[in-house]
């Protein structure tokens, strides 16, 4: 379990800065209160066999929402929203997919409800190569071992997947297999339009339906704030959001893009979807809003 050890220095460079200005204050006060610790992704999948252990529970955060707790007085300017929930998705891989994290946020209160986090195992790819992709993906922030030790097939993530929204009452395969009052956010159209579409491709499975729409957050950015923000990171800079964890490890980059969604609900925003596929050729992909982030 090396990995336990190896994670204790993950994101020593982008961990929350209690000294940068925040724009959230609830983030900021729960942070200062408690150091930032980095998730125990053994935890997050399910597996860890250490809750007994202090020493552990003092190195590893096990709670998803600590850096997502909002204070209520946030709550002055938020919308009624269309939707009841948003399911945060940033998925991590190139080739294949290899991380594969929601966060699924209340849209009436902004608190972080649930968490699905899975780590895939490429299904076209040579034992030596996923060893070389994993080095060089996941080596620099400690958590390859932790990796292999939890991978699993894409075609076995959605399925646990499923399993997850249907236990949350946010699908029924029965009922045509569509998110119910839910909806996907991510940062960009990368993720749904085009990585989704390639690994079910991949893996010999059709594309299950919930992936028919997201919204995208860039798009919203440039619509509410009246500015562009190509990304992430432009986003959390311009709304003075410190980072928190790794950026580029899925499960720090759905929770921070999380608090950009909480940033902008607090802020009065109205999230509406801005992507739908044509439901007779899954390719092609309307998109929405007439302002876009191209």
């Known amino acids: ?36 610790k980095p998730m125990c992704l053994y935890y997050t999948q399910g597996k860890c066999t250490k809750m007994d252990d202090a020493i552990h529970l003092e190195k590893f955060n096990h709670d998803c929402s600590r850096d997502l707790e909002v204070n209520i007085a946030e709550l002055k300017h938020i919308r ?73 097939p894409f075609t076995e993530v959605l399925q646990q997947f499923e399993v997850w ?60 704030y009246k500015r562009r923000a190509t990304g992430m990171m432009t986003m959390m800079k311009e709304l003075r959001i410190p980072l928190v964890g790794s950026h580029h490890l899925g499960i720090d980059d759905t929770k921070n893009i999380a608090r950009v969604l909480q940033h902008m609900l607090a802020d009065g925003a109205l999230l509406q979807i801005t992507a739908r596929r044509n439901s007779d050729s899954p390719e092609n992909v309307e998109f929405l809003f007439k302002n876009r982030i191209r």
């Not at 090396?2 to 994670?7: E, N």
């Not at 009624?80 to 997919?97: M, Y």
């Not at 119910?180 to 491709?201: E, M, P």
């Open 1 to 36: 379990m090396r990995a336990f050890d190896t994670l204790a220095s993950l994101s020593n460079t982008t961990a929350h800065n209690p000294s940068s200005p925040p724009t959230v204050p609830s983030h900021s006060h729960k942070v200062s209160k408690n150091r930032w």
């Open 80 to 152: 009624s929203q269309n939707l009841d929930f948003f399911l945060v998705l940033d998925l991590e891989g190139r080739v294949e997919i290899l991380e594969f994290p929601v966060l699924m946020i209340n849209a009436k209160t902004m608190d972080v409800m649930d968490f699905f986090h899975r780590f895939v195992r490429p299904s076209e790819m040579s034992e030596q190569r996923i060893n070389e992709y994993i080095e060089g993906k996941y080596g620099k922030f400690g958590v390859d071992r932790v990796w292999h030790d939890t991978a699993i």
């Open 165 to 224: 929204l249907a236990q949350h009452h946010l699908w029924e395969k029965e009922l045509g297999g569509r998110l119910n009052q839910a909806a996907f956010v991510t940062c960009g159209n990368w993720d749904l339009k085009t990585k989704v579409l390639q690994q079910c491709k991949v893996s010999k499975m059709k594309l299950p339906p919930y992936f028919m729409e997201w919204i995208n957050l860039k798009d919203v950015y440039l619509n509410f």
